[in-house]
């Protein structure tokens, strides 16, 4: 079982929908968790963390369950920029040896 | 200027030679790593290094090695390429205070025939 899966999808969505990717990790001792944006042929950037609570970035919401070992992210009022492979990501080490383990990414495409 | 640059960008090379990718930052990291990408595999990490004294082998090391150079400067090098080898690489850094926000270069394509 990988460490990190998620749904490559592609996802094509109309401007203006919400869309919701989900992602399951497989280390119940996982310290920390993120939601990457690589634009294609393009390096990473980190879009948010995701902290136990569940928290919001303007359009973005990001969710924890650590009981399902499972992570999602929401975008609400889809924007054509938004296109991208959003990538999840786990870091299964704690403060000070963070080690990351990146999904293969999902794929999301804004149509207009 | 971008605070992580690789070089070179792209490159074409044969078996068996011997190819170096390098990778600088200006972020004052000391953190610094490499990973390669591939399609439906996503990111693996070949090497990374915690100050310029460490270096430690990740999932993927085989067939390459690293040399950190300077706290700035650490490169990755394939003593022998191989066509399986061919991949997106990036280098990232990142600090102590906020070691799982990672910062990528913008990679090299590496192909090998």
């Known amino acids: 079982r990988k460490e990190v899966e998620q749904d490559p999808g592609p996802f094509n969505v109309p401007e203006g929908a919400t869309v919701a990717f989900n992602c399951t990790y497989s280390?119940?001792?996982?310290?920390?968790f993120f939601w990457y944006r690589q634009d294609c042929r393009k390096e990473p950037k980190l879009l948010m963390s995701?902290?136990?609570s569940g928290n919001e970035d303007g359009r973005f919401t990001a969710q924890l369950n650590r009981a399902s070992q499972y992570i999602s992210l929401l975008i609400r009022d889809s924007k054509l920029s938004d296109s991208a492979t959003y990538l999840c990501v786990v870091n299964s080490e704690g403060f000070g040896n963070e080690k990351l383990t990146f999904g293969t990414g999902t794929r999301l495409t804004i149509i207009p | 200027d971008a605070d992580v640059t690789q070089t070179p960008r792209n490159r074409i090379t044969k078996t068996g030679k011997r190819i170096m990718l390098e990778c600088s930052q200006t972020?004052?990291?000391?953190?610094m790593y490499w990973y390669r990408q591939d399609p439906g595999l996503g990111l693996r990490l070949i090497y990374y290094s915690f100050d310029v004294k460490d270096i430690n082998k990740g999932e993927i090391s085989d067939g390459y090695s690293v040399s950190r150079q300077a706290q700035a400067k650490f490169s990755l090098s394939l003593e022998s390429a191989i066509p399986n080898q061919t991949a997106l690489y990036f280098c990232?850094?990142?600090?102590?205070?906020?070691?799982?926000?990672?910062?990528f270069g913008p990679g090299t394509r590496l192909t090998v025939l």
């Open positions: 972020k004052g990291h000391d953190r």
């Open positions: 280390n119940s001792a996982s310290q920390s």
């Open positions: 990232a850094t990142s600090d102590q205070l906020q070691g799982a926000r990672f910062f």
């Open positions: 995701v902290y136990s």
